[in-house]
């Protein structure tokens, strides 16, 4: 299997960001980690190998990024209006130095993202606000309201990172005909802590005539990666 490590000074970022390629060609993936994790979480938590095969065979390739959680939403020691935009200096970072990169590496015209838990909200927003970029979106156990992490702050910047706000007040023709030709999967499970915040976002994309699947997975089904392995199967192989 293919597999190739970046890092790079981010302008845009201030930082150095790492990044793990995996695949040589087939659909290109964005891969976001958990709650404050980092690019290498998909690899360790043995998801490249459940999807060895699709990735072998050249239908699947994954761009593991980095996060920056810890310095924006999770980052109680600066005001929350920081936090926000610390988030929007990090979505700024995917779409004008790694999608260049993808695209450099991968001739396809689609571009796809994932995530588990707060991997999923990231997946889901960036799917929401970019429908021009991100046409097919997979999130595992996603929680998508922000709110929680502003301490009673709201601006405009933290509405429109919110998809459970913005979406239900989304009117615009351009977005909305987007939407209905992307794809999207909210998959969580029957113990999943998150389920309400899918059927919540679901409810809002029936509302909106927005094709999507919603996924409750039974057998027990919980909010970790025992899981979250089965799923990303099912999904992607």
């Not at 699947?60 to 924006?72: G, I, N, T």
């Not at 889901?124 to 998508?144: I, K, Q, Y």
């Not at 509405?159 to 999207?184: E, I, T, V």
Request: charged content about 25%; overall charge negative.
């Amino acid at each position: 299997m293919n597999r190739e490590y970046h890092k790079w000074w981010s302008p845009r970022l201030g930082r150095d960001m790492e990044m793990l390629v995996f695949g040589h060609a087939g659909l290109p993936t964005l891969v976001f980690p958990t709650s404050q994790g980092r690019f290498f979480e998909f690899e360790d938590r043995g998801m490249v190998s459940r999807l060895w095969g699709k990735i072998e065979s050249g239908g699947l390739q994954l761009f593991c990024l980095d996060s920056v959680d810890s310095e924006s939403w999770y980052n109680k020691a600066v005001p929350p209006r920081w936090r926000v935009a610390r988030h929007m200096q990090y979505e700024d970072y995917i779409l004008n130095e790694v999608v260049p990169l993808i695209r450099q590496k991968n001739p396809r015209h689609d571009l796809a993202a994932t995530g588990c838990s707060f991997g999923g909200y990231h997946a889901v927003n960036l799917a929401l606000r970019r429908p021009d970029v991100v046409n097919a979106c997979v999130s595992m156990s996603g929680a998508f309201d922000i709110q929680q992490f502003l301490d009673g702050y709201y601006d405009d910047d933290c509405y429109f990172n919110c998809p459970p706000h913005y979406l239900r007040n989304m009117h615009d023709a351009w977005h909305l005909d987007r939407y209905r030709q992307n794809k999207f999967v909210l998959a969580t499970g029957e113990h999943d802590m998150c389920w309400n915040e899918n059927e919540r976002l679901a409810e809002i994309m029936r509302e909106k005539h927005i094709p999507h699947r919603l996924d409750v997975w039974r057998d027990q089904t919980g909010h970790d990666w025992p899981w979250w392995l089965r799923m990303a199967e099912a999904y992607f192989t």
